[in-house]
């Protein structure tokens, strides 16, 4: 630790933060060679994470290990929304794999899904493998996201299909509608799709 004090003294954004390095010394110790490795980065975030350290405390290990280089460039957004992340902190961090590689989709972003994070992210477990298919649509997806929380149960049987690049195409334009009033043929659409005997998806 005197050697993280010694590197913080040379960073005038950082002097500030002396006194919760001392009292946190013990927490951050396992992990002073990332912070010092990324120091010039995690510099205008360390004040931050230091204030947060009672939430923050438990995940240190995800947060500064080989993973640190990826997250740092949305930390800062992270950080703004550690209010509603927080209670779900045990849920990202066990899927960390899978939302790190769409960790640009959806940093940006948080502010909008404040209000479906938590529902979101307590079907994790079901959602995680298709986050690759569905963060690149995330931006024709958010209007819809009202509708999609309300019937996330119904839809998670039929991701496998549903989020296909084919089907997010075909289904995008009618998507409130379908999830409005046709919840069902939606249903029907997923199992057609899936069915490469049918049609497809019809108009």
Do not use: N, W
Not at 164 to 176: M, T, V
Not at 184 to 189: D, F, R, V
Request: glycine share 4%; charged share 15%.
């Amino acid at each position: 630790m005197a050697d993280l004090l010694r590197l913080f003294g040379r960073q005038p954004r950082l002097v500030s933060c002396t006194g919760k390095l001392i009292k946190y010394q013990k927490q951050l110790r396992p992990h002073s060679a990332a912070i010092a490795t990324h120091a010039d980065a995690l510099a205008p975030h360390l004040p931050r994470i230091l204030d947060s350290m009672d939430v923050l405390e438990p995940y240190l290990s995800a947060l500064f290990d080989d993973a640190l280089p990826q997250l740092l460039p949305y930390m800062g957004a992270l950080l703004d929304e550690l209010d509603v992340l927080a209670p779900l902190l045990p849920a990202i961090t066990s899927h960390r794999a899978d939302l790190l590689p769409v960790l640009p989709y959806i940093a940006p972003r948080l502010p909008s899904l404040r209000m479906f994070i938590g529902t979101l992210s307590s079907r994790l477990d079901a959602l995680a493998p298709f986050l690759p298919r569905i963060a690149p649509h995330l931006d024709a997806l958010l209007p819809h996201m009202p509708l999609i929380v309300e019937h996330i149960d119904v839809l998670i049987p039929h991701l496998q299909v549903l989020t296909q690049e084919e089907a997010l195409i075909a289904l995008l334009p009618y998507a409130d509608l379908l999830l409005r009033s046709h919840v069902g043929l939606l249903q029907t659409q997923a199992q057609k799709l899936a069915d490469p005997t049918s049609g497809g998806v019809s108009g």
